[in-house]
């Protein structure tokens, strides 16, 4: 199977807008306009154990932004040649990744949300969870 050659520079820090009054702040997130795809599907992961680890695998086709809906976190980006973390832990910013990077998500604080917005819905074979057949498709060894 053909896996996208996106690299961690293809995948980028959204700052979303956010309206502040003294009662505190909402940030609205319209499918195809603040996000550059359209929203299939909405996760979030939460209850997380310390030192537990997530993600750790990579998607054909699924574009998603992920945003620290409370708490902060560590994604780790890896497109078989470059790895780059990025700290989450405002609400009006989005990590932005495209298809083909393979991700950790790390060092979750207590409570945290990790929010999902997704470009297509739930399937399995859009997931590439062994990191050895994620270098190898990457790398046109198949
Ligand atoms: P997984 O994607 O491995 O979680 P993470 O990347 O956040 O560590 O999914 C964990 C489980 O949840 C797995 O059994 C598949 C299931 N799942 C769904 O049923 N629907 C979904 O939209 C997602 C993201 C996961």
Redesign the pocket.
Do not use: E, F
């Given at each position: 199977m053909y896996l996208n050659k996106n690299t961690v520079l293809d995948c980028k820090i959204i700052e979303l807008p956010k309206i502040h009054n003294r009662d505190g702040n909402l940030t609205a997130i319209n499918s195809g306009v603040e996000v550059p795809f359209n929203i299939k599907?909405v996760?979030y992961?939460y209850d997380i154990p310390g030192g537990e680890m997530?993600?750790?695998?990579a998607h054909f086709e699924l574009e998603q932004l992920i945003i620290a809906a409370s708490g902060s976190f560590d994604v780790i980006l890896d497109d078989g040649v470059t790895k780059k973390s990025i700290t989450l832990n405002r609400p009006y910013y989005g990590l932005y990744i495209k298809p083909g990077i393979w991700r950790d998500?790390v060092n979750f604080s207590s409570g945290s949300v990790l929010l999902v917005l997704a470009s297509l819905k739930?399937s399995e074979n859009d997931?590439i969870r062994d990191y050895n057949s994620f270098l190898n498709l990457k790398n046109g060894n198949n």
């Open positions: 599907r996760y992961l997530r993600g750790a695998h998500l739930y997931y």
